[in-house]
């Protein structure tokens, strides 16, 4: 028996079924320096210990996107090493900072299965949840991907269509303990525009831009121990290109977002995603963003905001679905997500 | 209103005019081993917490090219978005060695005003201080700037130029509190050259090149949270090529310096310095010196030598005017610096 | 006279001659960050703090090769700078895991010489210590490299061979103290093999592979203050290519093994290893390990096991050497390592 992970297919899953992922991970300075490095992040809350704790926190967490991705990570060999396409995303919420020192795990429960007709794929969703070296649930998300069958001659699992909510309602978003925006220092975050100052249906260009390299895209994926052939040997993909981890551009697009919302200064939710287009080296990255939703918050001084953010590789800002009603073909990522800000 | 930040521009600026740079910024062991991936950085007081605490120091402070990029970097949203040329830096002096966990900010007053004849642009003089949590300043440097004007009809300033000197005399130089080389250990240090071998008039091929790559360079300036496009977009410029930050050059220069004068420890004095030529992914750095002046200090065992340090990309070594007195094309840099050795 | 360091010369050593190396070094969670940013490591013990707990370790090491690389850079200088070929290693032991916070030095000593018969170069063999801020060795090794003469009229030294073991014995191994595996979480770990799963002989498929950029081999080399001109310069060698670090090669190749060798969990003795052909950027490394020997630990739960970790850049797995004996021109490293796993 070969000792190497073939992953999983389709017919591996069954509903309810609960997978305990590898390779814990503790996180240090090391992290956040790296993050930094790898994008242009520059919200003061994941900045500075001083700043953070201006703001009721301990010290400066590490980003909500890096922890995602140690989360995702390591659901890869088990959820998505056999997978054709990531579909989706859903009810995602940051339950808990990450700090410098903390270890996560994650486990992933499947919680919907459906067989394509074609007979040779299905989609699996998964509710994955991240946690802490104290057992707390530091994140927790929902994905579907659609993952190929090995033995076509496999039954059809009875379908089951998890009831996932299209947006996370603001009563339904975890604010962490002890945030309060009431003394915000709106120059060193670097922006003064405040919660009040964003309408529903406003649109902003991020102006940046940022080239992407090789080395950059699988440094990012390996910090996060993402093991997907795709993304590191150009000799899989027929075309000779490694394909860049969708997390890498969900990370650049929300770091060039801090130029016009740099006070947008934790996400946690996430309403949905999907990455429209392949991104590969040398595609130059811009965002925009459009404001869906706000929403007052219980934590003194703080107020949500539900953010569209939008990366492409060219073409006008705002531009998103062709005629046809798809995606531009120079539009890479749809985000939907909530985050605090100060009112 | 836009929301995202247009930059300043000239008529922006008025004289005593203090600017509050934003994102403050943590520092840990991430950004150190980074520093360390990043140039080939080799002094031992910055290398090991052991050899620093033999020189009379709590541990190995952050590089001090770094903790003046770090300074640096937050002052581009405010100082040099607009810049058509950054022209050169005086007075530039550190004040105290930074340590993982300390929060650096950094803020900027306006020294001069210059309106070019043309009308389009002018010279804007800052001089940026950098402080730490505690509110201590870390280091201090003043830069000009051309800014282009974006009103043309806006009126000219009243002209103010900034008495700089031209070189720190030896008395401005401040010498970190328990600095003692008394005991210094040239075998662990890396060379036996003590301040004593040097001489004014001496110069130093320091032979070692590195080849510059695009994700490095881009890593480099974005840990710095520097924002300045033209380093990270392709699209920018009409050649389609990234210039380089002008600081990692600086970085690269003075880590190759290390052969040839590994005992060149801290640097505390930046006189002056000019960016001759752009530098591109692709072109090989190398570097001499030249021992401009030395002096004494009050501390045990320590000596000032004020170096040189001409980064090139090609020609040979110790070429740094043509007869027209202009640099030479493959001129990168012309640095001007105070360093402390062992005497 | 130059300052800069000219390296040693083959007429430059003498039998029992210590050399101490320069530039000690601090590690923090900074070089951890980067060691999983730059390979593609999972190992849980170097990955998670509680996983390392849980194995009676006070906290996760760093990597056993971040350490050999540590160890190796700071002999570059003094060893290698002149070298023609390294041409192996033997005896190499880890006898005490690498923490976040210590300060590693490294010295060597000459224990072999013999001039080659042209007159020109010579072999000089070495054992290396590494050693941290308490004077504890934290590994040893021997290499042995051919160096060139300057002065061709120099003497031939008197020829010594050191006796080496071409294999370590498992009695020669050190076990970390406190190791105990009989609580091991093979889940987490990301493998359910365990020793007594892997037979002799066996051979295993790594399956991934990794394409090379340059920016991430210099960065990894640079890290371990590894200051070889060949690595960074792309104008010193005729081809215009950057010769990768052959523990680059190492540690990409180790870290592929993660697919079938999870539970290989830490590297305690090199028997031997060769580079056997260059490796350069755009390059795709992947590996393949056969199982050599095993043997029982005096440690709980704790068992060795000998491993030929072989990299390659294309043909087929298991394929070392041609009819010729010599290595295949794909094959780029022979390595022949013992690690302990969970029995």
Known sequence: MAKTNPGRFFEDYSIGQVIEHAVPRTVSGG???????????????????????????????????????????????????????????????????VYAGDTLRSSSEVIGLKQNSNGKTGVVYVRTTGTNQNGETVMEYCRWVMVRKKDLDAPAPETVMPELKSVLAPEDLVIPEGLDFSAYDFTLAGEPHRWGDYEPGE????????????????????????????????????????????????SMARALSFNGLANAQMIVGLNGGAHANPCFSGDTVKAWTEVLDKADTPAPGVGAIRLRLVATKGGEPFALRGEDGKYLPEVLLDLDYWALMPQ
């Not at 993050?35 to 926190?57: I, K, N, T, V």
């Not at 590490?62 to 060999?77: C, E, I, N, S, Y």
């Not at 054709?84 to 995303?89: E, F, R, S, T």
């Not at 940022?210 to 080395?215: G, L, N, P, Q, S």
Request: glycine share 6%.
């Open 203 to 250: 649109t902003i260009d991020h102006v940046d831009g940022v080239t992407i390299e090789e080395a950059e895209h699988m440094m990012a994926t390996r910090l996060w121990q993402n093991t997907a052939k795709v993304h590191f040997d150009a000799t899989f993909r027929p075309d000779g290109q490694r394909l860049i981890y969708g997390g890498h551009v969900i």
């Open 31 to 97: 992290e956040r320096a790296l993050y930094h490095a790898l994008y242009p992040a520059r919200h003061a809350l994941y900045s500075s210990d001083e700043f953070a704790r201006a703001c009721g926190l301990p010290a400066s967490p590490l980003d909500d996107l890096a922890a995602f991705h140690v989360v995702f990570g390591k659901t890869v060999p088990d959820v998505s090493l056999n997978a054709v396409a990531n579909l989706g995303y859903a009810e995602g919420r940051w339950l808990k900072p």
